[in-house]
């Protein structure tokens, strides 16, 4: 199994690339369903899950090709499956995302759910719901969703909570549908966003995505399209914080400061010169040590989730003192558990981590215990003394193209072992 | 009926697999979806004759992909499935000279292995 050797120290200086982001191409590449001509997309991050979502829309007859670029074109025209099977679904539970594309184009789609996610759980039966308000006829039955309908019809539908991937299947399905759907409560997260544009340009006649009220349109039929992904802002955020806590100068390319508006606050916040252009950010900290931030995560566009473990890390080596509060999801800290081996002064307080911050951080072997939590463990060893030997990287590979290699790039001494 | 076969010898011309020496083969031009086909066939052809004159053709065949200007994922499908048909003819299939995108693309693919993309660049 892979692990991440960093001999910390090392104060980043340079210019890394953004990936695109990986939560706007899955499910844009289940959109690619939905149009009968061929797709061919760009900017799609080198990923697990990207190559697992290719391998589906091939057991669906999608055929698909990924030229020099790494683009990848998807002709949807010869369909010969609307079956999304378990061994696939299993190891990523984003596939649900082929739902609402299947339904909406071909009548039908069976798709297996993931495993762990009893029928109940509120955010596969907001998908279901919003079908079944859509006229679709949905059972759940030895794992698998069955969805029908001759053709889906437009209804007003209010989300009981916000879901990105709810809002996704719903609008991908709405797209085709007869008449007008509104979704309301819908998440306004950028990938959202992402995905009205590509299906806009496809031909669908999407309005208010990024607000909570999402207006669709049905048409006829959706063609084939060109479309970049956007880039991935959790990973530009990454890099951003990495030179915050080494007191570096990080330049990140191809991506957007609009996306990254509560972040780039709050390093400007912990005392880093944070400058933007066409394209590009940058965080510059001078050599200085950042100051202790104050963080509580919501939705979009309030500060992301997806970056609370990373600015615990950064408070974990900060000036003084300050609380990250956790509103999104529950039992989001393990990654301090594994910090405080490395000497980080953290208290766990509910959804609450109240940081400390020391000067330094000693390098120990550490776990990666979930994606987000891994990159917190990989920031936290940039900056330890010693190396750390982080175990589990599967989870950063899950959501990080060529993680090891941005940061040399950046001037980190970090290797992949085996 | 024409037109396609006019067609058919156009896309030849972008693509081509020819022996170099006994053994020894050069792949040039596109390995693209609309080239693939074409190439199979060549391919197909050059194993079958490799199985006829096998008392004096090696076992052993190596394609320098050198010539490869562009490239996709299905050329990929296509080295895949000669490496599977040499491999069913007791025939040992390498590749060298790989093109970067070409790598790149077996490596997003994660078939690297398969096709020995590393002890070919190494070796």
Known sequence: MDKLLISGGARLDGEVRASGAKNAALPIMAATLLADGICSLTNVPHLRDITTTMELLGRLGVQLTVDERMGIQADAREVTSVEAPYELVKTMRASILVLGPLLARFGAADVSLPGGCAIGARPVNIHLDGLRAMGAEVRVENGFVHARAKRLQGARFVMDMVTVTGTENLMMAAALADGETVLENAAREPEVVDLAQFLNRMGARISGAGTDSIHIQGVERLAGTDYAVMPDRIETGTYLVAAAMTGGRVRVRDTRADLLDAVLMKLREAGAQVSTGEGWIEVDMQGKRPRAVDIQTAPHPAFPTDMQAQFCALNSIAEGAATVKETVFENRFMHALEMQRMGADIRIEGNVAICRGVERLTAAPVMATDLRASASLVLAGLVAEGDTLIDRIYHIDRGYDNIEEKFATLGAVIRRVH | ?123
């Open chain 2, 1 to 123: 009926m024409r037109h396609r076969q006019a067609e058919q010898a156009a896309t030849e011309r972008l693509a081509t697999l020819t022996e170099i020496s006994p053994g020894q083969f050069e792949l040039k031009g596109a390995l693209i979806l609309s080239t693939v086909p074409s190439l199979a066939r060549q391919g197909a052809r050059l194993l079958k004759a490799v199985r006829t004159k096998r008392d004096s053709t090696p076992l052993a065949l190596e394609i320098d992909l050198s010539g490869v200007k562009r490239s996709s994922s299905a050329g990929i499908a296509l080295l895949l499935d000669w490496v599977d048909q040499a491999g069913s003819d007791g025939i040992d299939l390498q590749f060298r000279n790989w093109p970067e995108a070409l790598a790149r693309i077996a490596s997003f693919s994660n078939v690297e292995g398969l096709l020995r993309i590393e002890a070919a660049q190494h070796g």
